[in-house]
Nanobody, 124 residues
């Protein structure tokens, strides 16, 4: 059973940085697709970034150039480095695993296992 636990969220001023971590366990395959999603109050969950075991990355247009997704292959920890944060980045951030490989579209329905989320709040 896949278990995902996010950490690293918090409050930061616009222009600041945060680094999110997702500790993954119970995933027994060497090939994977993992991603970050976010959901702001009153809005649908949206894809932020994804990465597969070949190192192929995909980003939402709204974060490209500011956010970087990476993974520790040994521990299957997933990271999201967020720089130049904007007020509109405020949301609950979730990590997710897709049970088949490679990555497909960066949409919530493409991923099956989810963490509980970590809150990111950006103030002006």
């Amino acid at each position: 059973q896949v278990q995902l636990r996010e950490s690293g969220g918090g409050s930061v001023q616009a222009g600041g940085s945060l680094r999110l971590t997702c500790a993954a366990s119970g995933y027994g395959y060497s090939n994977y697709c993992m991603g970050w999603f976010r959901q702001a109050p009153g809005k649908e969950r949206e894809g932020v970034a994804q990465i597969d075991s070949d190192g192929i990355r995909g980003y939402a247009a709204s974060v490209k150039g500011r956010f970087t997704i990476s993974v520790d292959n040994a521990k299957k920890n997933l990271f999201l480095q967020m720089n130049s944060l904007k007020v509109e980045d405020t949301a609950m951030y979730y990590c997710a695993v897709r049970r088949t490989w490679p990555c497909y579209t960066l949409t919530p329905t493409s991923f099956q296992d989810w963490g509980q989320g970590t809150q990111v709040t950006v103030s002006s």
